[in-house]
């Protein structure tokens, strides 16, 4: 009951009324509120279409690369000769730069790669190199990238030390290559944890929000930014009704990547069974 009553409180409420906001609208000269679906048609094309483009494109990016490059690390680290010494301080250093983001994150990467940072000057002044822009979709990425790898890197850890080596050693003596081991043992078996953790990284650049206001404002499309602006407004009469239409298709964005996770892991389970 208090798992149920928490959930009720702090999940389905606030969603509940985000659904319900979202089909409301207000008149700019009497100000009354009535049932509308104009802010569910306006967040589907324009402006708000090309955030929630931006922000799919964005956080799918980041959570394959940071899929990708903390299951390597993992791997990396269990491979370690002093493994267990060479563990404790990975995942401690993952534990604290996966809870380090929002505008000190932003401004670390400002003042260090940023137009005047300092890397940047120093490349510039040593070898005339002309760097990137930081304030772009692509700077972004590498800034969510630095706390996507080490939460990747938290949560596969304990899927790789469920592989028993006795499987290992199992298919060795069957006569397996290493490819046919990852292929129909080891792969399968981390299927789900891999896929979890992934939608778990997609999940986070998703909704992430204080680091991209801090780092590049309005200039690249993302919804989390229309939303803040759209509930911030203090011009257009009734935005924040649009602003919660925007939540609600996150919302309803977020189940649908959900639903295909535990599509993926029932498969997943039937095949271990």
Excluded: C
């Amino acid at each position: 009951m208090p798992f149920f009553l928490y959930v009720a409180v702090f999940l389905l409420l606030p969603i509940g009324v985000v659904a319900v906001e979202a089909f409301r609208a207000t008149d700019p000269v009497t100000f009354e509120e009535s049932w509308s679906t104009a802010s569910i048609s306006a967040i589907t094309g324009g402006a708000y279409r090309r955030a929630y483009v931006g922000s799919l494109q964005l956080s799918a990016i980041t959570a394959l690369l940071g899929a990708a490059i903390g299951l390597v690390l993992a791997v990396a680290v269990l491979r370690a000769r002093r493994g267990r010494l060479l563990r404790r301080l990975v995942l401690t250093a993952s534990g604290v730069l996966a809870n380090f983001g929002g505008v000190p994150l932003a401004f670390a990467f400002i003042a260090t790669i940023g137009n005047a940072g300092v890397v940047t000057a120093l490349l510039t002044d040593t070898l005339g190199w002309s760097g990137f822009s930081l304030y772009s979709m692509t700077g972004l990425a590498l800034v969510y990238l630095y706390f996507l790898v080490p939460l990747m890197v938290l949560t596969i850890t304990p899927a790789l030390e469920a592989l028993r080596p006795q499987w290992r050693e199992a298919a060795d003596n069957l006569g397996a290559s290493g490819w046919q081991y990852w292929r129909h043992v080891g792969g399968p078996v981390l299927a789900p944890p891999v896929i979890g953790a992934t939608m778990l990284l997609f999940a986070s650049a998703f909704a992430a929000y204080a680091t991209a206001r801090a780092l590049v404002g309005s200039s690249v499309p993302l919804v989390t930014l229309q939303i803040a602006d759209a509930l911030s407004s203090n011009v257009v009469v009734g935005s924040e009704n649009l602003g919660k239409a925007l939540a609600l298709g996150m919302v309803v964005l977020i189940a649908l990547v959900m639903a295909f996770y535990a599509w993926v892991q029932r498969r997943t389970r039937r095949w271990l069974t």
